[in-house]
């Protein structure tokens, strides 16, 4: 196969003097010689080349204009500069050699330097592999964007079925738990004990039933919900929330330790849910210690980014299973122990992740547990 040359050149004595220089050189050349600039974008846009040799100056185009046409158009492919004057272009950035017309013989041999390993018609096989590697890089991003609209649809669909499955039970719900009530106040003289225990019993799995419902209405709104982003004192939100819980269990003894002015950006309700339920685990988890303790504050991580933390010395768990706690209805102790409803970490996950943030969590059985979490920087 022939090297295919593009030689930009008025004179066309020195056109021909170039073409026998390179048989001379033993070069087998295709030169396509153009002598104007229109010429010359015309066959960078229709033809591939091997090599581009230039004069310095053609009518109404110098060699600037025909370098940065070149490296636009043919990235990669060798430029030189064929003049009377090469040492005008000896040092300008993209141009792979210069060679002077009274040093023509030279010419051969300055290609083959340009062009070490090439072989004829490389260029055109790179520029064919490219617009393969084009082509299916276009069809995968095209089936990339189906599946995720077909993605889009399903979560959109699972939320409204979610929401409406979670609407509909609150009704005979509600009626359960009325007639129990109705039915221990009315018939209280005419049940035995046993009979008494099975409709409390009736009555307290319906509530949880109905804390359930909330939860995932909760998670269904949090979901759908447009995020309002403001600037948020996440230690203001850590105080409020602790002073709430301390007024449900005056009798507890739970040191917290609160970091003051961490700031963050983002929804200041969503972000008082997310920090509300991790304290509030920390809380229940630590039930048991006589003196517990809880801490929330920042740190600066390997790679730079400010993570937030809720740490405490309650029960713990066991390692292996941190994967499982962010999923809805995961539960790594008894309800009888520790009663809930297996949602609340799974709410947290998905506030954080709205929010562009990542968490995670860390524990040992009954060393207690810390919570992690990031959030975007604060600009």
């Given at each position: 196969m022939k090297l295919r040359v593009l030689h930009l050149e008025d004179n066309v004595a020195d056109v021909e003097l170039v073409r026998s220089m390179l048989a001379q050189g033993g070069l087998d050349c295709d030169v396509l010689a153009v002598n104007s600039g229109a010429a010359y974008l015309a066959a960078l846009q229709q033809a591939q080349f091997d090599v581009i040799l230039s004069d310095s100056n053609v009518?109404?185009?110098?060699?600037g204009a025909a370098l940065s046409a070149a490296h636009e158009r043919r990235p990669g492919v060798p430029f030189i500069v064929v003049s009377a004057n090469p040492e005008r272009a000896d040092r300008a950035e993209g141009v792979a050699a210069c060679v002077a017309k009274t040093e023509l013989q030279r010419l051969a041999q300055t290609i083959r330097r340009v062009l070490p390993d090439a072989t004829p018609g490389q260029f055109d096989a790179a520029a064919a592999h490219v617009r393969d590697l084009e082509r299916r890089l276009a069809q995968r991003t095209a089936e990339l964007d189906?599946?995720?609209?077909?993605?889009?649809?399903?979560n959109r669909e699972l939320e409204t079925f979610s929401y409406a499955v979670a609407h509909d039970l609150r009704s005979p719900l509600i009626s359960i738990d009325g007639f129990s009530?109705?039915?221990?106040?009315?018939?209280?003289?005419?049940l035995d004990e046993t009979d008494r225990g099975h409709l409390e019993r009736i009555s307290l799995g319906v509530r949880h039933m109905h804390r359930l419902i909330n939860d995932l209405l909760n998670l269904s709104t949090i979901v759908r919900a447009p995020l309002h982003t403001t600037v948020v004192d996440l230690g203001e939100l850590a105080q409020e929330i602790v002073q709430e819980l301390r007024a449900g269990a005056a009798e507890r003894r739970v040191e917290c330790v609160i970091a003051e002015g961490i700031k963050v950006q983002g929804d200041a309700g969503l972000l008082r849910l997310a920090l509300a339920s991790l304290l509030s685990n920390a809380?229940?988890?630590?039930?048991?210690?006589?003196?517990?303790h809880i801490?929330?504050?920042a740190r600066t991580d390997g790679k730079g980014r400010d993570v937030y933390y809720v740490r405490d010395d309650g029960a713990g768990f066991d390692p292996q299973y941190a994967g499982k706690l962010f999923g809805p209805f995961q539960r790594l102790h008894p309800q009888t122990q520790f009663p809930g409803t297996g949602i609340g970490l799974a709410t947290v996950q998905r506030i954080i992740h709205r929010h562009g943030g990542e968490i995670w969590a860390e524990s040992s059985v009954d060393r207690g547990a810390s919570f992690y979490f990031t959030l975007p920087p604060t600009p």
């Open positions: 009518p109404g185009y110098d060699r189906r599946r995720t609209r077909e993605l889009e649809v399903l009530q109705v039915l221990l106040e009315s018939s209280a003289a005419k809380w229940k988890f630590t039930g048991s210690r006589e003196q517990a801490t929330f504050g």
